[in-house]
T-cell receptor, first 110, second 116 residues
Framework: TQLLEQSPQFLSIQEGENLTVYCNSSSVFSSLQWYRQEPGEGPVLLVT?????EVKKLKRLTFQFGDARKDSSLHITAAQPGDTGLYLC??????????FGAGTRLTVKP | DVKVTQSSRYLVKRTGEKVFLECVQDMDHENMFWYRQDPGLGLRLIYF???????EKGDIPEGYSVSREKKERFSLILESASTNQTSMYLC???????????????FGAGSRLTVL
């Protein structure tokens, strides 16, 4: 059973468009991380959020942690082909159990 | 930068063969992990180790075993490979346990195993 639900599973957009990816759980996270995985490589950490309501920006990427720490979103502004990849959220629960979402596969077409 | 190296990027094995997947990290990390990654299922934890010669089962340990004889090396063993073990296998490490986001996983590039 997947404790983390990511949506959408697939997303194909044109260069310059904006997009949002969601990560939801019925349980409270002690922290949440977003990773990006390119083909043939392992996931690489983008950001960690810890505090409810926290917002972090990484260039054109904006990460938000829900007030109740049960959900998170990743917003990309003016997507570039280099943003193409698999985006994974990973939540750590209070018992130090860490779970991954199934991922959102993003394709940005030139 | 921490480096996690998985020696075999691609393997093709036959049903019933014994398979060794090797993982080495070079930053003296305490914890090491083996995940498998399948489309639509995300990453699922097979085994992890928090110290030399110590191991803990993850969510899907059946059909797998592990070995950690040295701190830097964590091996995943498939005693008798089956076709349902065809997957991408990812090794990862962290300096210490997860605690309020204090540690993050550093992954290797993955080992894609095909069992015929």
């Amino acid at each position: 059973t997947q404790l983390l639900e990511q949506s959408p599973q697939f997303l194909s957009i044109q260069e310059g468009e904006n997009l949002t990816v969601y990560c939801n759980s019925s349980s409270v996270f002690s922290s949440l991380q977003w990773y990006r995985q390119e083909p043939g490589e392992g996931p690489v950490l983008l950001v960690t959020v810890v505090t409810g309501g926290e917002v972090k920006k990484l260039k054109r990427l904006t990460f938000q942690f829900g007030d109740a720490r049960k959900d998170s979103s990743l917003h990309i502004t003016a997507a570039q082909p280099g943003d193409t990849g698999l985006y994974l959220c990973a939540g750590t629960y209070n018992n130090n159990d860490m779970r991954f979402g199934a991922g959102t596969r993003l394709t940005v077409k030139p | 930068d921490v480096k996690v190296t998985q020696s075999s990027r691609y393997l093709v094995k036959r049903t019933g063969e014994k398979v060794f997947l090797e993982c080495v990290q070079d930053m003296d990390h305490e914890n090491m992990f083996w995940y498998r990654q399948d489309p639509g299922l995300g990453l699922r934890l097979i085994y992890f180790s928090y110290d030399v010669k110590m191991k803990e089962k993850g969510d899907i340990p059946e059909g797998y075993s592990v070995s950690r004889e040295k701190k830097e090396r964590f091996s995943l063993i498939l005693e008798s490979a089956s076709t349902n073990q065809t997957s991408m296998y990812l090794c990862a490490s962290t300096p210490q346990g997860f605690s309020s986001g204090a540690n993050v996983l550093t992954f290797g590039a993955g080992s894609r195993l095909t069992v015929l």
